[in-house]
């Protein structure tokens, strides 16, 4: 990826999965960004989702909590059904 904030880096996605039903759902997702990123990534949250907390935001349409942590030097960003 390459951003103004940071330059060019490297986007890592985790995904948590669960068996319901013999269906694999994929219920969790988690974005790993430098900290740098933290200010585009509340914007954007703040531009489509109801803030429910600090950094954490809802999507009433679709039940997906949104979640910004800050983890050593990594800004990130968790979102599924919690």
């Given amino acids: 990826m390459r951003t103004k904030a940071s330059?060019?880096?490297?986007?890592?996605?985790i995904f948590g999965?669960?068996?319901?039903a013999n269906d694999d759902v994929c219920f969790l997702?988690?974005?790993l960004?430098?900290?740098?990123?933290i200010n585009n990534n509340i914007k954007m949250l703040d531009s489509k989702f109801v803030k429910i907390g600090e950094l954490k935001w809802k999507d009433?349409?679709?039940?997906?909590?949104?979640r910004i942590e800050i983890k050593?030097?990594?800004c990130v960003l968790s979102f599924g059904f919690f």
Avoid at 7 to 13: D, N, R, T
Avoid at 17 to 20: A, E, G, L, Q, Y
Avoid at 60 to 66: D, E, R
């Fill in 60 to 66: 009433y349409a679709t039940n997906i909590v949104y």
């Fill in 17 to 20: 999965f669960k068996r319901i």
């Fill in 7 to 13: 330059g060019v880096y490297k986007q890592f996605k």
């Fill in 72 to 74: 050593e030097d990594l």
């Fill in 33 to 37: 960004e430098p900290l740098s990123e």
């Fill in 29 to 31: 997702v988690l974005i």
